[in-house]
């Protein structure tokens, strides 16, 4: 029976059985599960014995992460864990005020960077951040100075219940404020025991990683590898045009993204048929994935399945999925692929607005429930028992997202019953765009739209002020230092009087129209 929930002891226990297995990949850089642990460990030790390190009151330290898509980021990830902490990743694209938000919500006990990390963390910054700041290459500098000594022992990750919080992801918050989701070890632990089995991961495996830290996709790709003693390949963001490259020289056997990178390089004409013979598995995740795609897709992978997940970060990362992708799992008149069923320890339903289940072929909002849920939002208490209402004694999470389910069990995704919408895998709330702009632009009446939108997926945003003087450019520009590049607008539109609905709130669906017919400014 687990007794440490530890998320790193995942690569600890594979450290001690199968030290010299290649663990991550990186260009020229191979780190086995070995020098991964140790590094990882001497790392945790340099947190956990600095004079600043503090333990809070009934919750585990915080440690943030500042790192790129890079081995350094894999040693920073489980050195936090491994030092008994909770982590929490902070976007190296975020603009400053993102990132001291965030900073000022989490009372973080050390702040752990990269090369990267350390250009963003500015005197202000500073300011904000927690005593403690470490650099994730410090671990290989005391590993250069461990060479005087044979092997020097593991220190066996800190005890962890399941309980504990093991990681907070930050997304999009209608105020314009991020809310930080809290998973508990738990729950992390469940999903990736239950993917790795569900997905048969080998040791001889080698996986992609194509995201950074703050996606929750890349809980997924790092700790299904490492519980299936394989090696996790790192895609440089450089490199995702080059993708299909990519997989041919590193015999990629299973591949994990979004699918909007599969959508680019389909339009890039790079999937030729049989280009991707070694992929086995291929796994999307993280937004709608059309049947063009996957046909492509296929295509270029023919000696492989593709699966599609999906799963509000508020689950778990994914807590549903439907495997061995066909023609017959579109769903009717949408050309996007179906969500398919709750993965094991997970339900489903879809209820009315007031909360009632809906008969089969219903349109509602999709509620989960199961093992995988939240724990709820960072210094949230109220909007957490919003969201995780207990009906009949289960407790259950309202995704915001309109579905039905067919005759088969299948759950089919239609779009969303708030403003919430998905900008090249990342979830983005549109009223936390506006929130901004309002501030920017001195308007009340302002509305973002995704735009455009291509085989179903939005590529971008498109806000519209309604208000004289509206300088647009400077707007962008203030903006630019606010937002994440998916979040800033590609285009500011002034009009002279906005389109209301019958609730007096601003008309999305019009604004969108006037997109729709080249009608920009009324």
């Known amino acids: 029976m687990l007794t440490n929930f530890n998320l790193a002891n995942i690569v600890y226990q594979q450290a001690l059985a199968n030290p010299g297995q290649v663990a991550v990949v990186f260009g020229n850089l191979h780190l086995t599960y070995g020098e991964l642990a140790l590094r990882a460990d001497r790392l945790a030790q340099r947190l956990v014995h600095d004079p600043h390190w503090k333990i809070p009151i009934n919750r585990l330290p915080r440690v943030g992460i500042l790192a790129s898509r890079n081995p350094a980021a894999c040693v920073a990830v489980n050195s936090a864990c491994w030092a008994g902490a909770t982590y929490i990743p902070l976007g190296l694209k975020q603009p400053p005020d993102r990132i001291a938000a965030i900073l000022q919500q989490c009372d973080f006990s050390a702040l752990i960077v990269d090369d990267e990390g ?29 060479k005087t000594v044979d092997a020097p022992p593991l220190n066996a990750p800190c005890t962890i ?38 997905l048969q991961l080998k040791n001889d495996d080698r996986i992609t990683e194509t995201c950074e830290l703050s996606f929750d996709l890349s809980v997924h790709n790092m700790f299904t ?21 990519f997989v041919q020289q590193a015999k990629i056997t299973v591949w994990n993204s979004v699918p909007s990178i599969a959508g680019i390089l389909r339009q890039l004409k790079a999937l030729s048929v049989n280009c991707m013979p070694s992929l086995r598995l291929s796994i999307f995740g993280g937004d709608q994935l059309p049947l063009s795609t996957v ?38 008149d949408r050309g996007i692929m179906c969500i398919g069923v709750p993965l094991p320890g997970n339900q489903a339903c879809i209820v009315n607005s007031m909360g009632a289940q809906v008969p089969e072929g219903t349109p509602g909002e999709l509620w989960i429930a199961g093992d995988q849920l939240s724990d709820g939002y960072v210094n949230a208490a ?52 506006d929130a901004h702009l309002r501030k920017v632009t001195g308007s009340d009446l302002v509305g973002s739209v995704a735009w455009p939108i291509i085989e179903g997926m939005a590529v971008g945003v498109v806000s519209f002020v309604c208000g004289s003087q509206v300088d647009a450019s400077l707007a962008t520009q203030i903006l630019k230092q606010q937002l994440p590049y998916y979040m800033l607008p590609s285009k500011i539109i002034e009009l002279n009087t906005m389109p209301c609905n019958a609730n007096g ?6 604004l969108k129209a006037l997109l729709e017919k080249g009608q920009e400014v009324s």
């Open 118 to 146: 350390l250009k963003v963390m500015t005197h202000e910054l500073r300011a904000h951040g927690p005593p403690i700041l470490v650099h994730a290459h410090e671990a290989d500098d005391q590993m250069h100075t461990d």
């Open 505 to 510: 709130k601003v008309d999305r669906k019009a």
């Open 382 to 433: 109220e909007l957490s028992l919003q969201q995780f209402p207990t009906v009949n004694g289960k407790r259950w999470y309202k995704t915001g997202d309109v579905a039905t389910k067919d005759h088969q069990g299948r759950y089919h995704y239609l779009g969303r019953i708030d403003n919430q919408i998905k900008v090249l895998g990342h979830r983005v709330e549109l009223e936390d765009i």
């Open 295 to 332: 046909t492509d897709w296929k295509k270029a992978a023919p000696n492989g399945s593709v699966v599609n997940l999906y799963g509000p970060t508020e689950a778990t990362v994914f807590c549903m999925w439907q495997n061995n992708l066909d023609v017959s799992d579109v769903s009717p």
């Open 225 to 245: 590898t490492w519980t299936a003693g394989a090696q996790l390949h790192i895609l440089p963001a450089a490199q995702a045009m080059n993708a299909v490259k």
């Open 161 to 198: 219940r399941s309980v504990d919080t093991a990681y907070i992801i930050f997304t999009s918050g209608t105020t314009g404020i991020p809310k930080g989701v809290m998973i508990n070890a738990g729950s992390a632990h469940r999903y990736i025991s239950k993917m790795t089995q569900l």
